[in-house]
């Protein structure tokens, strides 16, 4: 089992850049696929990256390809979410997710493939 800690929401005007963190305990961490999703108020939660377990592969929601990038540090147990060119449409909570599934990446944009979830970190965007 895992836990997760997101840190490094805020405010930010449109086209600015945040980075994300998102801690985990556990020394299984390494083991983990792990996923970023978002929630904006009103909306359902939607997958925005995933990124095996290893780091050598990676997986976008095209509405954040070319400006979010995923990496993970397994010796630090942690899982970056760096995003440039933000935009306010990109306003939501940010809540990253683990999983010890096997399945190809596209399979990875599923929530149901997570059993293990973050209490997320508020990400605001200005116009």
């Known amino acids: 089992q895992v836990q997760l800690i997101e840190s490094g929401g805020g405010l930010v005007q449109a086209g600015g850049s945040l980075r994300l963190s998102c801690a985990a305990s556990?020394?299984?961490?390494?083991?983990?696929?792990m996923g970023w999703f978002r929630q904006a108020p009103g909306k359902e939660r939607e997958f925005v990256v995933a990124i095996s377990w290893s780091g050598g592969n990676t997986y976008y929601a095209d509405s954040v390809k070319g400006r979010f990038t995923i990496s993970r540090d397994n010796a630090k147990n942690t899982v970056y979410l760096q995003m440039n060119s933000l935009k306010p449409e990109d306003t939501a909570v940010y809540y990253c997710?683990?999983?010890?599934?096997?399945?190809?990446?596209?399979?990875?944009?599923?929530?149901?493939?997570?059993?293990?979830w973050g209490q997320g970190t508020q990400v605001t965007v200005s116009s």
């Open positions: 556990g020394r299984t961490f390494s083991s983990y696929a």
């Open positions: 997710a683990g999983s010890q599934a096997r399945g190809t990446m596209p399979m990875m944009d599923r929530r149901s493939q997570y059993p293990y």
